[in-house]
């Protein structure tokens, strides 16, 4: 930009970033935190390696369209469970976040999660939050090398590992293992390895925050789900202020801790921000400098707006959480919850497609006797292997000519080859409508129903 004097000045279109050093903390929500760190990495490493009926309890078989979950098999036209599931996350979001705001972000997120793990690995190597600015601070030399070299190592032998559970939900990971042992990746499953531990290394170890304040889009329609009554992370001004250690001042004592512990780097006391994520670590934080200064704790606590301004106590701010539209977000979750558990288990052990040969005409085998050949493509989605009985009905004397028994493998599907045959005396030429009957033999029987249509020449 040009000045009156001539002189030209540069003006960035993008603020530079400000390195953020996270300070550790320890509280009772750090514990939760680091509680659900573990619970949600003991179901990701853990859940691949898990065996039920002599396979991979949880696989996501892609080549072969098979989805299996414990004792349940899924096929590509069972996708309305996956569009529950996605409802139900949605849902259970909205109700967490109208409730106690960003929770999931807070607490949960692959994001949080991953970010928790590489800046403990950090403090590990590194030391502590000074220690660490320290060393950014140093010269290049060997000790510098060598803890930013052990550092990053860490987080790529992570990363990686990350990247190869993932890929082990689509791959059973046994087989992925000995491949990796035998140098035998195929090229998809090295991208995705590669993929995925880059995607992990790069938004935990080197993004960080910026994937919460730039990427996310949550932070940028949270407030939809905010009202008045939703507990928020507030700083108590009334309470705080004027800050400072002297005798006339507030219990703030503006040490600052609050906004060294903030992973955002944001400061709690100007307000509710959207960069701030629901973590709590600037509560903590403060309760740690409230109990060395000798002063209640709950200068930066868990409160609603409404609260804030009313002087509410905890017990009347706790009545105001079944409010209408949390009662309305638990209705319809609780609703979609039991209806999707009850389709599980009402769920036909069985399906059947039905596809007309319409390549093959209807032809009359015998005088008075016409005969129409179908596909069925039977699918047994149990984990035994089954024997299976085709009828048909809707024609006089129609059935079906040949073994009308057939057996499917457990899990499997099989295309079969079925031949109609019916009288046509007393039935006019043209389409008449039949139905397809598949019944299981032995225990746990089921039988499925289909429409077609047989052609009468």
Request: net charge positive.
């Amino acid at each position: 930009m040009t000045l009156k004097d001539g002189a030209v000045q540069e003006i960035s279109l993008y603020e530079v970033r400000q390195r953020i050093y996270p300070r550790a903390v320890h509280g009772w929500f750090a514990a939760w935190r680091w509680a659900l760190v573990v619970a949600t990495q003991l179901v990701f490493y853990g859940g691949a390696w898990l065996t039920w009926n002599g396979r991979q309890a949880v696989l996501f078989d892609i080549a072969h369209r098979k989805f299996f979950l414990f004792g349940l098999v899924f096929w590509p036209q069972d996708i309305i469970y996956l569009t529950v599931l996605l409802v139900v996350s949605a849902l259970s979001l909205f109700l967490f976040t109208a409730v106690a705001g960003r929770l999931w972000c807070g607490y949960a997120c692959p994001q949080t999660v991953y970010t928790e793990i590489f800046l403990w690995i950090e403090r590990m190597v590194e030391g502590d939050r000074n220690a660490r600015m320290r060393l950014d601070k140093e010269p290049l030399f060997p000790r510098k090398l060598f803890l930013k070299g052990g550092k990053h190592g860490l987080w790529i032998a992570l990363s990686l590992w990350t990247g190869f559970t993932f890929v082990g939900y689509f791959t059973p990971i046994r087989e992925l293992l000995d491949e990796v042992r035998g140098f035998s990746l195929g090229p998809w499953e090295v991208f995705w390895v590669l993929f995925y531990g880059f995607a992990t290394y790069g938004n935990a170890g080197w993004m960080r925050e910026q994937v919460c304040k730039y990427m996310c889009p949550y932070a940028r329609f949270q407030s939809a789900m905010f009202d008045k009554d939703t507990m928020i992370i507030t700083y108590d001004a009334k309470r705080g202020e004027p800050r400072g250690k002297r005798a006339d001042a507030g219990d703030c004592v503006d040490c600052g801790i609050c906004v060294q512990a903030c992973p955002t780097g944001i400061d709690i006391r100007d307000g509710l921000q959207y960069d701030c994520i629901g973590c709590a670590a600037c509560i903590d934080g403060c309760n740690q400098v409230m109990d060395k200064v000798g002063s209640p704790r709950g200068l930066i606590r868990y409160s609603t707006t409404h609260a804030m301004e009313k002087g509410w106590s905890r017990k009347e701010m706790l009545r105001r959480v079944l409010r209408p539209r949390v009662l309305v977000y638990s209705s319809i979750l609780a609703l979609v919850v039991l209806a999707a558990g009850a389709s599980l288990y009402l769920r036909v052990p069985l399906k059947v497609d039905v596809i007309r040969d319409r390549a093959a005409i209807a032809r009359e085998v015998e005088p008075g006797i016409v005969e129409n050949l179908y596909r069925l493509q039977i699918m047994n989605p149990t984990e035994q292997a089954r024997a299976l009985v085709i009828e048909a009905t809707g024609l006089p004397g129609i059935h079906v000519a040949g073994e009308p028994i057939t057996g499917v493998p457990a899990a499997a599907s099989r295309m079969v080859t079925v031949k109609l045959r019916a009288a046509t005396h007393g039935v006019t030429p043209g389409s008449h409508p039949i139905e397809f009957h598949v019944r299981a033999l032995g225990p746990g029987g089921a039988e499925v129903s289909e429409h077609s249509v047989f052609v009468v020449r």
